[in-house]
């Protein structure tokens, strides 16, 4: 979805459930999870990064749940703050703060109360 996005602007709004946020992420860790490279672009890293691409969607509405890590995992992932600043950096250069919201762990309030906002 997220290159379908950056290349089709009729795309309005976008929700990453679970999504790996970098490529950068696995590749600088020896011990990865494999399955993460079905969806991986050969060579990206060369002229982008997955917050590179998901920072060129502003100020179209953005939804990030539960960031993953190399190792697919959610719980204390170890994704780059950097990445997620670069996002709502841009984000806020377009004046689109309130397009974009990052939600890092498992929401307390249910799925049904994220997408409400969203999908306004």
């Given amino acids: 979805l997220l290159y379908a996005a950056a290349f089709d602007t009729a795309i309005s709004r976008i929700a990453l459930i679970d999504p ?17 490279l079905y969806n991986a672009v050969a060579g990206a890293l060369k002229a982008y990064d997955l917050p590179g691409l998901a920072a ?4 179209r509405k953005l939804l990030i749940v539960r960031m993953t890590d190399d190792n697919d995992s959610c719980e204390e992932a170890g994704y780059d703050p950097g990445d997620i600043s670069f996002i709502k950096a841009a984000y ?7 397009e974009v919201r990052i ?14 906002d969203w999908i306004k």
């Fill in 92 to 98: 806020h250069y377009m004046g689109a703060d309130k």
């Fill in 56 to 59: 060129s969607l502003s100020p």
């Fill in 20 to 36: 790996c946020l970098s490529y950068k992420s696995i590749v600088m860790n020896r011990f990865y999870n494999p399955a993460l």
């Fill in 103 to 116: 939600i890092n762990k498992k929401p307390t309030e249910g799925p049904n109360s994220v997408f409400r």
